[in-house]
């Protein structure tokens, strides 16, 4: 297992090896420095904490300047705990030489929030279906959410409208197409959860 | 778009010398095709409608009315199918889209030719940015 914090740039498709047009997404991932080591005698689990894309001094926390402090490094915006098989030192660097052409990667990231939405965009209800035959103005209405006197009441965890988007989610297998060791670029096949600018992890 | 982006997506461009053309010019695209585990190239002929996107993404559309039927084709120039292109004829056009052709057939339909066509801009080779 390793893995690395990344930022996504943005899309577009490029001919792969078997001259295939596939879409990618372009991810800046790392380099990251490891903050924090964490062992089971101190804190109960193994796992690395790497630290991803400077910002300034003036804009960091005054613990958190320790903390980085301490690594050895300047502050950075992006803190991400990975599981990693090696061991490695605080204040070592993990860069994108971890992946390599055709690896399959799993990637975390926050879905764009798509504010509050009805039934049939959040959970794929298949709505009304006519416009006639009755239905006036309920095209995308949930329709019933229960029976009557018994039981009474609205069952829990029932779909309904509500907020959409902005959680965390992984996408599985994702294959790497291309990565770029001296601009710190890979590209994954597909895409991934979020907007430009946002930060993804990028585990193996 | 940010300058890092524009840099990544400058060298994902594969580097193809194709000639310059655009829109209203009448072109000739070679472009390989995978029959099972042969290869053979097919001719498509037509006028260029527009060129579209930046690179790596960017693509040409040509159109051609074949048995009376207009056709379009849509390539990208980073296509590694595209054998070459021949530059048939130089369109005299006041558009970077025409797309005023697809409803003109018959007389109507004909592009004016540029004859004080530079003969240097022709010869050199540009990349697909």
Same mark, same amino acid.
């Given at each position: 297992?390793?893995?690395?914090?990344?930022?996504?740039?943005?899309?577009?498709?490029?001919?792969?090896?078997?001259?295939?047009?596939?879409?990618?997404?372009?991810?800046?991932?790392?380099?990251?420095?490891?903050?924090?080591?964490?062992?089971?005698?101190?804190?109960?689990?193994?796992?690395?904490?790497?630290?991803?894309?400077?910002?300034?001094?003036?804009?960091?926390?005054?613990?958190?300047?320790?903390?980085?402090?301490?690594?050895?490094?300047?502050?950075?915006?992006?803190?991400?705990?990975?599981?990693?098989?090696?061991?490695?030192?605080?204040?070592?660097?993990?860069?994108?030489?971890?992946?390599?052409?055709?690896?399959?990667?799993?990637?975390?990231?926050?879905?764009?929030?798509?504010?509050?939405?009805?039934?049939?965009?959040?959970?794929?209800?298949?709505?009304?279906?006519?416009?006639?035959?009755?239905?006036?103005?309920?095209?995308?209405?949930?329709?019933?959410?229960?029976?009557?006197?018994?039981?009474?009441?609205?069952?829990?965890?029932?779909?309904?409208?509500?907020?959409?988007?902005?959680?965390?989610?992984?996408?599985?297998?994702?294959?790497?197409?291309?990565?770029?060791?001296?601009?710190?670029?890979?590209?994954?096949?597909?895409?991934?959860?979020?907007?430009?600018?946002?930060?993804?992890?990028?585990?193996? | 778009?940010?300058?890092?982006?524009?840099?990544?997506?400058?060298?994902?461009?594969?580097?193809?010398?194709?000639?310059?053309?655009?829109?209203?010019? #009448?072109? =000739? &695209?070679?472009?390989?095709?995978?029959?099972?585990?042969? %290869? *053979? @190239?097919?001719? /498509?002929?037509?006028?260029? !409608?527009?060129?579209?996107?930046?690179?790596?993404?960017? #693509?040409? =559309? &040509?159109?051609?009315?074949?048995?009376?039927?207009?056709? %379009? *084709? @849509?390539?990208? /120039?980073?296509?590694?199918? !595209?054998?070459?292109?021949?530059?048939?004829?130089?369109?005299?056009?006041?558009?970077?889209?025409?797309?005023?052709?697809?409803?003109?057939?018959?007389?109507?339909?004909?592009?004016?030719?540029? !004859?004080?066509?530079?003969?240097?801009?022709?010869?050199?080779?540009?990349?697909?940015?």
């Amino acid at each position: 297992m390793s893995g690395i914090i990344g930022k996504k740039l943005g899309m577009t498709s490029i001919y792969d090896a078997n001259g295939k047009y596939v879409a990618c997404t372009i991810i800046q991932a790392g380099p990251c420095v490891v903050t924090q080591v964490k062992t089971p005698e101190k804190d109960g689990y193994s796992a690395l904490q790497l630290a991803f894309d400077d910002r300034k001094e003036k804009n960091t926390p005054r613990p958190l300047l320790k903390h980085f402090e301490k690594a050895g490094t300047t502050p950075k915006r992006k803190l991400a705990e990975f599981q990693f098989d090696e061991p490695k030192q605080l204040g070592e660097i993990v860069d994108v030489s971890i992946f390599s052409e055709g690896d399959y990667v799993d990637v975390v990231g926050t879905t764009k929030g798509k504010g509050f939405q009805g039934v049939v965009k959040r959970h794929g209800f298949g709505g009304v279906g006519e416009r006639t035959h009755g239905q006036h103005d309920r095209e995308r209405a949930p329709g019933s959410v229960g029976a009557s006197s018994d039981p009474s009441r609205v069952l829990k965890g029932l779909r309904m409208a509500g907020r959409m988007g902005n959680d965390r989610r992984t996408i599985q297998n994702l294959q790497i197409i291309k990565v770029m060791p001296e601009k710190n670029i890979i590209l994954i096949k597909g895409n991934v959860p979020g907007s430009k600018n946002s930060y993804v992890l990028i585990k193996k | 778009m940010s300058k890092l982006l524009e840099e990544i997506k400058k060298e994902l461009a594969v580097k193809v010398s194709h000639p310059e053309f655009k829109a209203g010019d #009448t072109i =000739t &695209v070679h472009y390989k095709i995978k029959e099972g585990d042969k %290869e *053979r @190239i097919q001719n /498509f002929t037509g006028v260029v !409608i527009q060129i579209k996107n930046e690179s790596p993404t960017r #693509t040409f =559309t &040509v159109r051609k009315v074949a048995h009376g039927v207009g056709v %379009e *084709r @849509i390539f990208p /120039f980073n296509s590694p199918y !595209i054998e070459k292109i021949d530059v048939v004829k130089r369109g005299k056009v006041r558009r970077a889209r025409i797309y005023y052709v697809r409803n003109l057939s018959g007389k109507s339909a004909r592009i004016k030719e540029r !004859i004080n066509f530079k003969e240097q801009e022709q010869t050199t080779p540009v990349s697909a940015e």
